[in-house]
């Protein structure tokens, strides 16, 4: 397979890891199945991909003082405030155009990333750094705090000054020493459903039911399988939201899209042991939990590869680089997550989150459009009868938002709002740039280079992907070009032909997903590993797409012929009966590499 054309450094913090604090693992080269936390993916260095191992970098990092200090312009000073560079670049972009891709295609983004990328906040000196601004000295964590500028036209009418932000969990608080700062993924770095599944053996061990191969489950009106519930005392109850479920990952319950996806897997996981278990009754639950992951995993791969990352950087891209052609696993390759991906480029897809979600019936009616800003960290409408099924449906027909430089105006000002005892806000953007600056993010001019794109040397250079009036806002902003910070350079790049990002971050993009691909021993298309998929499984897969779990899983009975398009009955746009998506697994039946 061609390796795409580009040479990422990659090496610092995993050889101090591999010197310092990387763990001897025993692994079993017969085992049929992929470990929960990821480790003995890969057989000469068992830790590569594995939860709470490092992200790789394709640079070095870039901090003031080398290892922890936020990157200084050129000239010295400060970087500009990020909520500032929001206010004078992006706050007022807002394009209310229809987009040819619908919610389906945006949350499946943030689903995977879920699966791939975990940065939790160092919340070990509270959760609100704002309020301990006035105790001296400030707790490291707390110090980048993102100041209101003294002409926010929202934040100041309201009276709020300060925008909370937690510097990043780093590798001391696992236990490992690094530096210059190093950040670990708390997932695991394959595309392995470790979101559904979870990350450590204990956590899985709590998901599962122990029989007949299923995850545990509650039920609701209706007999409606959900994710079990969190168990609060009685101390508790009283502030929290009523639903709080429990998945893989704990990022569950943050917004309703992502509970929809979560609830979505569940249920899936579910049916399939289902039917494994119908068709092999010798089979132990063991058996049946391993195989039915197994093929989960491998769906949510191919759905990926497939049907995901062909609308996100480009079929023809994907082609020139081998993406579509039959999987060889290479053991040279570090399936690992780069930090220029999981803070970098992948962040500027939050662009594609609309303002408002749509609860849509059977005859097509919107019958509840609720603000996505009002149901965070509470998904309490989803149990609601009919609900599952009508935000499905409200996906399916509801636009993303339109190719634009910005996100939209309420995760913009609004993000985990509160009202009591005063207003307080977040903006995502805002915090998507400190974020990559605390992560020690490389400039954007340097991301250029690496992806095969000419350094600027001046801020007019750039006017081979950014916008003439983007470029004279940069200049008043940074003092020079190599100054400005990789998010919003990014950020304004004009999508590549075929793609809905610009070349740098299509170029990031693409790498991650290249080697978790084929730096992925499991990988649902390799052979000749233990426990492969034959040849008829692996053409039983690549008949299910994402429309097929959907329909398993709802009161949905038509479907977009594409998912990921909007439908329209308006502009007949053409459906799919999910009568002739029905779930074939008599690939399964009496599998012999079982025994």
């Not at 922890?68 to 992006?90: D, M």
């Not at 997903?513 to 233990?530: A, E, M, N, V």
């Not at 492969?532 to 779990?549: A, P």
């Not at 990921?564 to 007949?572: E, H, K, L, V, Y």
Request: hydrophobic share 35%; glycine share 4%.
């Amino acid at each position: 397979m061609p390796q795409l054309k580009f040479a990422p450094n990659y090496t610092l913090a995993y050889n101090n890891y591999a010197k310092l604090c990387a763990p001897t693992i025993s692994c079993d080269v017969n085992a049929k199945y992929r470990s929960i936390n990821g480790s003995c993916n890969n057989l000469k260095t068992p830790w590569f991909g594995a939860s709470i191992t490092p992200h790789l970098r394709i640079l070095d990092a870039y901090y003031d003082d080398g290892e922890y200090q936020f990157r200084k312009q050129t000239n010295g000073n400060s970087l500009p405030n990020a909520r500032y560079i929001q206010q004078q670049v992006f706050l007022y972009k807002q394009f209310p155009c229809p987009n040819a891709h619908n919610v389906l295609f945006m949350e499946w983004g943030q689903f995977i990333a879920h699966d791939t990328t975990r940065l939790p906040p160092d919340v070990s000196v509270g959760s609100n750094c704002c309020d301990l601004q006035k105790i001296k000295p400030v707790p490291p964590q707390c110090q980048a705090v993102i100041e209101v500028p003294k002409n926010d036209p929202i934040y100041l009418e309201r009276g709020q000054t300060c925008i909370n932000f937690i510097r990043a969990r780093t590798s001391i608080s696992n236990g490992c020493q690094l530096k210059p700062t190093t950040f670990m993924v708390e997932a695991t770095h394959f595309i392995d459903g470790s979101q559904i599944y979870g990350s450590n053996e204990e956590h899985a061990a709590d998901l599962r039911s122990f029989k007949d191969g299923r995850l545990k489950s509650d039920f609701y009106v209706g007999q409606q399988e959900f994710c079990p519930q969190r168990n609060w005392t009685s101390k508790q109850c009283d502030t929290l939201p009523l639903i709080y479920f429990v998945a893989g990952d704990n990022r569950v319950n943050q917004n309703l899209g992502i509970a929809l996806f979560q609830n979505v897997f569940l249920r899936f996981h579910n049916i399939v042991a289902f039917h494994l278990h119908r068709m092999n009754s010798f089979w132990c639950d063991e058996d049946i939990y391993h195989e039915t992951r197994k093929i989960v995993i491998a769906i949510i791969q191919y759905i990926t590869y497939t049907h995901y990352l062909p609308i996100l950087i480009g079929e023809r891209f994907m082609d020139s680089y081998g993406f579509f052609e039959q999987t060889e696993y290479d053991e040279t390759v570090n399936s690992g997550t780069t930090i220029e991906h999981s803070t970098g480029a992948f962040r500027i897809l939050h662009k594609e989150i609309p303002s408002v979600l749509n609860f849509i019936d059977k005859n097509h009616l919107n019958c509840r459009p609720v603000l996505l800003t009002d149901w965070m960290n509470k998904p309490d409408l989803l149990p609601l009868p009919n609900n599952f099924n009508n935000l499905l449906r409200g996906f399916q027909e509801t636009p993303t938002r339109e190719e634009q430089p910005s996100y939209n105006t309420l995760i913009s000002n609004c993000l985990f709002q509160q009202t009591t005892p005063k207003f307080s806000g977040s903006d995502l953007l805002s915090v998507d740039i400190q974020r990559s600056r605390d992560t020690g993010m490389p400039p954007y001019n340097k991301m250029r280079s690496i992806c095969g794109i000419p350094e600027a040397t001046e801020f007019d250079d750039l006017i081979d992907l950014i916008a003439y009036e983007d470029i004279q806002k940069l200049k008043n902003l940074y003092c020079f070009v190599d100054d400005i910070d990789f998010i919003v350079g990014a950020l304004l790049e004009m999508p590549a032909e075929g793609s809905k990002v610009g070349l740098t971050s299509r170029c990031i993009i693409a790498d991650n997903f290249y080697r978790q691909k084929i730096g992925d021993r499991f990988f649902y298309d390799i052979l000749g590993q233990p426990g492969s998929f034959s040849l008829e499984q692996i053409h039983t897969l690549k008949n299910v797409n994402f429309g097929s779990v959907i329909c398993a899983t709802s009161n949905l009975r038509y479907l977009p012929e594409n998912i990921f398009m909007p439908f329209d009955r308006r502009t007949n746009s053409r459906q799919i009966d999910c009568h002739t998506l029905t779930l074939n697994l008599k690939a399964w039946k009496d599998a012999s590499y079982i025994d």
